[in-house]
């Protein structure tokens, strides 16, 4: 066998805030990728760091933990993982990773780590602070009491990250034998474990037995564990109170290390951070600056990446009309013109406010403001049945609902979590926006009244209507949902750091990359399709159309650009969508809407950036003469009333539509798997669209 | 006799809602359970 | 009346006498949160909630319910010279 191209694998454990993920773009540089675990939407990254001539580590930087008891989602993998010997990720030697000023909370997981009996090094990161800290450490008196080798690594100067490789390759020569004795708590209760099941590790079968008490029952399939319920000599509570003691013992061991090993002068410490919470979390600045930050981050995600949209907007429509040009005339090249192209254009419009997003979230997370920001609101939103810590979901909602569920994971309250989610998609999304600016454009005027633009106005009453109608619901759920578990909140405060320009660079362009290939393939399957459902039909008529209509017009001298109108609308009418949209149209009417508005609604609810697209594909297969969708539809007449089909009352009524309804199935599949039931997803949809015909329809027959 | 891009046009169309019924009525695993179908007090 | 963390006034200290451990996530004593572990109250967020802890070094908020379920002997401190 060939042992020379084997790469040591290696994962990054630590607790959040511990500099975790800049010691990983240390090691790896560009040289990782993003992934998901199995089944589940937990972020998996790794990555391959070259350790000397010929040997590589494969890195896998697990989920940020606080200690070996998941307490969410996140956590459940890297224990999953560390008790699964067999798996494929099962490292050869685990890298922890500490902040050297919370070295003794951190070390808590160093020691559970210690006693599953890994080859395990410890990184003491953020060495650059200690002179500032006045803290001093004994390398060696703590190697000694820690049974293992230490790297002092400083990710932000990039200090120490040899070292980190040079025991990376030399793993085998460290020692597995743990530094804490945990069945110390309660010998005999241990030893019956062990006898019960000699051939397990001891502290494995522990994590076991309180995973299930505490947490989610671990995938049995994937771990290959004991059935130890039949070992229930233990009450959940008497569990409970021994897994203080084992808190307790862990950290009397630490400190008792510590002591040798580890001196800090206090009278050099305080300072910056202090000041800072003073003013970041006071009773008056603190929101002044909150929406300050959110003002800008506003601006930013619709000013500035305006130029950019238009740019690609026009780069795409220029394309299309190239790739019409240049590729021999067929329906694969109305496909590419028509459907493929203004599909990929739909998903890449997208990237400079989702960038823009993950930019300022990044930043924020990064510098320890958003924790602070998690403290000041969560008196507030807990009224509404929300956490302190749905702020971040709630505001990343504003670019996009999929990775604001996502970020939904750390809300310790299943009941506060499970509200966030449901509300969220209420939050105007930047689908949404494409919609808005329209219908805006469209319907109301462009004049000014005392100084503000109506147009303006309007769009910012629909991003008001959006989070009014986030937290009413949010308010509702809370007096409905019944639930028996406390809720609890535990939220780490973080030093205040600047963020590191390659952290948050990468977190933009992974996370781009993420919404792009994610949400962009659906986008362009669902284009693809719904192109061929206009250009195509079931009957006669459609196959026929140039000829019934030719036949029909015959002798009003119509000009060969009206008549080929004729022919395209009369086609339309008769393809397949057309043929769903005149099947919804009596729904739809009381809301003002005609077939082609009810062809975009229906498309829409694959996903809301369909809608103008869609629109643009029906009104311009119409016309051959040039002008922009906008004309196109300006010119649109309503068949009941002989009146413009856009007009204040519809305009209304569709934007109040799109407010409120829930379409994007990305959204639904991903709550789906985010509640692992049908259930939620299922009510979000039926309420959000009831909510939405009504009130399109109030708004309707009220201004008409 | 069906040109070579209508042909095109079936494979694209075919692919696209293969991908799409993959994706959403076909999910690859069941995934476990998670802290969230019970009030399980997650802690 | 027991006095607890959430009794403590701002810039006061504590040390841990008694958790009422079935009803405290493990979280929190991983967190250090144990009897016997000095407390500081550091900052109260506005509408006195929640609160912004130091717990043997560990700097965290809890919220108000919580800290008055953890009963704190306080440490009446002479001023430091």
């Excluded at chain 1, 909150?290 to 506003?298: H, K, R």
């Excluded at chain 1, 507030?380 to 999929?402: D, N, Q, T």
């Excluded at chain 1, 089909?645 to 994007?664: H, T």
């Amino acid at each position: 066998m060939i042992l020379t191209n084997k790469q040591i694998k290696v994962a990054l454990i630590g607790n959040p805030n511990t500099g975790k993920t800049s010691v990983f773009n240390q090691l790896t540089g560009l040289n990782q990728k993003v992934g998901n675990y199995p089944g589940i939407t937990v972020e998996k990254k790794e990555g391959i760091c070259k350790l000397s001539r010929g040997v590589k580590a494969h890195i896998l930087d697990l989920p940020g933990t606080y200690s070996l008891n998941a307490t969410s989602l996140d956590e459940n993998v890297v224990i999953e993982l560390l008790l699964n010997k067999n798996g494929k990720d099962y490292p050869d030697v685990a890298v922890v990773i500490t902040d050297v000023e919370n070295l003794k909370r951190n070390l808590l997981l160093f020691t559970q780590i210690k006693d599953l009996k890994l080859p395990t090094i410890l990184v003491i990161n953020m060495a650059d602070r200690m002179d500032r800290k006045g803290i001093s450490l004994d390398i060696e008196s703590l190697e000694q009491k820690l049974n293992t080798r230490i790297a002092l690594v400083s990710s932000r100067k990039g200090t120490g990250i040899d070292k980190i490789k040079e025991l990376i390759l030399d793993y085998r020569s460290l020692s597995t034998e743990p530094c804490v004795n945990a069945s110390a708590i309660d010998q005999p209760y241990f030893e019956n474990l062990q006898n019960a099941f000699p051939e397990h590790e001891l502290y494995k079968l522990w994590l076991v037995i309180t995973q299930d008490a505490n947490f989610v029952e671990l995938n049995r399939h994937a771990v290959p564990v004991p059935d130890t319920s039949s070992f229930n000599t233990k009450s959940r509570s008497e569990l409970k109170r021994l897994q203080q003691r084992e808190a307790i013992h862990r950290y009397q061991f630490i400190n008792g290390t510590l002591k040798e090993g580890y001196k800090t002068d206090i009278h050099a410490a305080k300072g910056l951070r202090a000041t800072l919470d003073r003013i970041l979390t006071h009773k008056v600045w603190g929101y002044v600056i909150f929406f300050a930050i959110l003002l800008l981050m506003f601006q930013a995600i619709f000013k500035w990446s305006e130029y950019p949209m238009d740019f690609i907007d026009q780069s795409f429509a220029s394309l299309s009309e190239w790739a019409k040009n240049v590729l021999p005339a067929g329906v694969f090249t109305n496909l590419i013109a028509e459907g493929l192209i203004p599909g990929i254009g739909g998903v890449v419009i997208f990237i400079p406010q989702i960038a823009f997003l993950f930019l300022f979230i990044s930043i924020l997370e990064e510098s320890g403001y958003m924790s602070r920001v998690v403290f000041l609101m969560d008196k507030g939103m807990r009224r509404f049945g929300l956490s302190g810590k749905s702020v971040v979901p709630l505001i990343s909602g504003a670019a996009c609902a999929i990775p604001a569920v996502m970020a939904t994971r750390n809300i310790e309250s299943w009941k506060e979590r499970l509200i966030t989610i449901l509300v969220t998609p209420f939050m105007t999304c930047s689908a949404r926006l494409p919609v808005y600016l329209i219908i805006i454009a469209l319907v109301i005027p462009d004049e000014r009244f005392m100084g503000l633009n109506y147009q303006g106005l309007m769009l910012m009453a629909l991003y008001l209507i959006g989070f009014i109608a986030a937290v009413g619901s949010a308010y509702i759920l809370h007096k409905l949902l019944k639930t028996r578990t406390r809720s609890f909140f535990v939220v780490e405060m973080p030093n205040y750091k600047i963020p590191l320009f390659k952290n948050v660079a990468i977190t933009v362009v992974e996370k781009t990359k993420s919404f792009v290939f994610g949400a962009g393939k659906i986008i362009l399957a669902i284009s693809i399709i719904l192109w061929f459902l206009a250009s195509n039909g079931p009957s006669e008529r459609f196959d026929n159309a140039e000829q019934i209509i030719t036949e029909r017009h015959q002798g009003e001298n119509l000009s060969e650009g009206e008549l080929d109108t004729e022919i395209a609308s009369y086609q339309l009418e008769n393809s397949y969508i057309g043929i769903v949209g005149k099947a919804i149209e009596p729904v739809i009417q009381p809301l003002g809407y005609d077939w082609k508005i009810g062809i975009a609604l229906v498309s829409s609810f694959a996903a809301r950036e369909v809608f103008v697209g869609t629109l643009a594909t029906i009104y311009s297969v119409g016309s051959e003469e040039e002008g922009t969708i906008k004309n196109r539809m300006a010119k649109e007449t309503n068949p009941q009333t002989g009146g413009k089909l856009f007009n204040l009352a519809s305009g209304v009524s569709l934007l109040l539509f799109y407010a409120f309804a829930m379409q994007c199935m990305s959204t639904l599949a991903i709550v789906k798997r985010e509640t692992n039931s049908w259930k939620w997803p299922m009510i979000q949809l039926v309420f959000m669209s009831a909510i939405a015909y009504v009130t399109a329809l109030i708004a309707y027959q009220v201004l008409k | 006799m069906p040109d070579i891009q209508t042909i095109l046009v079936y494979i694209a169309v075919t692919i696209a809602i293969g991908f799409l019924v993959r994706k959403f009525l076909l999910p690859k695993r069941k995934s476990k359970k998670t802290c969230g179908s019970t009030d399980c007090g997650c802690h | 009346m027991k006095t607890t963390i959430a009794h403590l006034k701002r810039g006061e200290k504590g040390i841990i006498k008694d958790i009422p451990i079935d009803i405290i996530p493990v979280k929190l004593f991983e967190m250090g949160c144990l009897p016997g572990n000095e407390v500081e109250l550091l900052q109260v967020a506005p509408f006195k909630d929640p609160l912004y802890l130091n717990i043997n070094g560990s700097f965290l908020s809890i919220r108000r319910e919580t800290a008055l379920l953890i009963e704190v002997e306080k440490i009446n401190e002479t001023p430091e010279i």
